[in-house]
């Protein structure tokens, strides 16, 4: 376990405890990182994904949702709140979705057979998923012919 010195948050893995140093201690990120050594990471049991996986994954993994959004406003000139907006209202809408839900269903159910990590489950749902996906989305004329 990594604990911060400034404000003692624990971290499960000492990339989190580095992005939280970098992110909320900037100034003192440098020399934490440097006296942190690698003999106080984790017991093998304590790497096993627990009920908050999906947390530390998100953490690790996740994209930034402002960066991408602000790409966005610079390509579509829209106001950063008029994506946001929209953004919010596909997620609401997404969650009702049910080829969504039978998508993250098999992500799940994956997850927990086959101990995968979220990535690698999301991945093996979407292509076991393909058809019903595929079958969302009206074909055009020259897809038919093919």
């Not at 079958?135 to 897809?143: F, G, Y």
């Amino acid at each position: 376990m990594y604990e911060c010195d400034d404000c003692e948050r624990i971290f499960s893995t000492k990339s989190n405890y580095n992005r939280h140093v970098s992110k909320a201690h900037p100034e003192e990120s440098e020399e934490d990182d440097e006296d942190y050594s690698d003999s106080e990471s984790m017991s093998s049991e304590d790497d096993v994904d627990s009920d908050n996986s999906e947390a530390s994954q998100d953490d690790e993994g996740t994209l930034d949702i402002w960066e991408i959004m602000s790409r966005e406003c610079e390509e579509t000139g829209l106001s950063i709140h008029e994506i946001y907006k929209y953004k919010i209202l596909f997620l609401r809408a997404i969650k009702k979705d049910k080829t969504h839900k039978s998508v993250m269903e098999t992500l799940q159910r994956v997850r927990d057979e086959e101990d995968m990590d979220f990535e690698e489950a999301l991945d093996f749902a979407v292509e076991k998923r393909r058809f019903l996906i595929n079958r969302q989305i009206p074909l055009s004329n020259d897809e038919m012919k093919e």
